[in-house]
């Protein structure tokens, strides 16, 4: 950490909807090797936004969720993995993490907290908070130049700058 350029920039989601929609305007900036790691409590809206990522990126008629397998993968390729279920990665051989999280695909990850060290470092840190009343607050922090260029171009479509 902090050895790349760093951007953050947090918005309010009131709705479900508003989620999905952040998430699509989000895919439709990303590139291929890509890593999103989403990161909230259970509930939060982590899958919600993943959906709208998928569509972003051109993946229609979305059907998984990921919570009783560790990966899904799209066309793209696109990998949508969810750690909840991750105890020891070191044991899960079968699964090719460097394919997934560093390879050509885009990744979003869930619970991504659950196993920072399979990141790449260079990634796309997706914080969603429920507050008090409901709302989602989700901040987003870019680790890398190609990144921060994403986050500032997708606060831009919101209408918004995006600070350091
Ligand atoms: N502003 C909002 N953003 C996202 N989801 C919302 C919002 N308001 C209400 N919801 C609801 O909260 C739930 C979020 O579920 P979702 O599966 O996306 O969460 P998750 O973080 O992936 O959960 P899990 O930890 O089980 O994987 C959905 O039922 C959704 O409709
Ligand atoms: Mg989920």
């Given at each position: 950490?902090?050895?790349?350029?760093?951007?953050?920039?947090?918005?309010?989601c009131?709705?479900?909807?508003?989620?999905?929609?952040?998430?699509?305007?989000?895919?439709?900036?990303?590139?291929?090797?890509a890593?999103?790691?989403?990161?909230?409590?259970?509930?939060?809206?982590?899958?919600?936004?993943?959906?709208?990522?998928?569509?972003?990126?051109?993946?229609?008629?979305?059907?998984?969720?990921?919570?009783?397998s560790?990966?899904?993968?799209?066309?793209?390729?696109?990998?949508?993995?969810?750690?909840?279920?991750l105890?020891?990665?070191q044991?899960?051989?079968?699964l090719?993490?460097?394919?997934?999280?560093?390879?050509?695909?885009?990744a979003?990850?869930?619970?991504?907290?659950?196993?920072?060290?399979?990141?790449?470092?260079?990634r796309?840190?997706?914080?969603?908070?429920?507050?008090?009343?409901?709302?989602?607050?989700?901040?987003?922090?870019?680790?890398?130049?190609?990144?921060?260029?994403?986050?500032?171009?997708?606060?831009?479509?919101?209408?918004?700058?995006?600070?350091?």
């Amino acid at each position: 950490m902090g050895q790349f350029p760093m951007r953050s920039w947090s918005v309010r989601c009131p709705a479900a909807q508003d989620t999905e929609a952040l998430g699509r305007a989000l895919g439709r900036l990303l590139f291929p090797g890509a890593a999103v790691a989403l990161v909230g409590e259970l509930g939060a809206g982590k899958t919600t936004f993943a959906r709208g990522v998928l569509e972003g990126l051109g993946v229609h008629g979305y059907l998984h969720s990921p919570s009783f397998s560790l990966v899904h993968e799209y066309p793209g390729p696109v990998y949508h993995l969810d750690f909840y279920r991750l105890e020891q990665p070191q044991t899960e051989t079968a699964l090719d993490w460097e394919e997934y999280l560093g390879g050509e695909g885009v990744a979003l990850v869930e619970w991504a907290d659950r196993c920072a060290e399979l990141l790449p470092p260079r990634r796309l840190e997706v914080r969603l908070e429920v507050l008090p009343d409901g709302v989602r607050r989700i901040r987003l922090t870019a680790h890398g130049t190609a990144l921060a260029a994403v986050v500032a171009a997708l606060a831009a479509t919101q209408g918004e700058p995006a600070g350091l």
